[in-house]
Nanobody, 123 residues
Framework: QVQLVESGGGLVQAGDSLRLSCGSS????????IGWFRQAPGKEREFVAA????????TYGDSVKGRSTISRDNAKNTVYLLMNSLKPEDTAVYYC????????????????WGQGTQVTVSS
């Protein structure tokens, strides 16, 4: 089963940009749809973005659409999430997840999850 590791989180100022990475050592990584989700304390896990196997199909959650870009480099077994114009309300643990079968926005679509990376945006 594919294993996922997130990286790139940290403490940034409002208005800054941050690029998160989701990587895997599994040879089958390119066969998975990859999604990004986030969860702040006391809140539901929220859909952020997803990308299909080839990288040609993407979708974004309303709260980040227009200021975020998801991309993938299958040769490096990595999916990226670039977030611009960060706001304090973007503060959350960000998770990547893999779906073997479906491309979607629901948590239930995804089969495997990483451990998350913390993003903190100060005002």
């Amino acid at each position: 089963q594919v294993q996922l590791v997130e990286s790139g989180g940290g403490l940034v100022q409002a208005g800054d940009s941050l690029r998160l990475s989701c990587g895997s050592s599994d040879a089958t990584f390119s066969s998975y749809i990859i999604g990004w989700f986030r969860q702040a304390p006391g809140k539901e896990r929220e859909f952020v973005a997803a990308i299909n196997r080839s990288g040609g199909g993407v979708t974004y959650g309303d709260s980040v659409k227009g200021r975020s870009t998801i991309s993938r480099d299958n040769a490096k077994n990595t999916v990226y999430l670039l977030m611009n114009s960060l706001k304090p309300e973007d503060t959350a643990v960000y998770y990547c997840a893999a779906s073997a079968r479906l491309f979607g926005r629901a948590v239930s679509v995804y089969d495997v999850w990483g451990q998350g990376t913390q993003v903190t945006v100060s005002s």
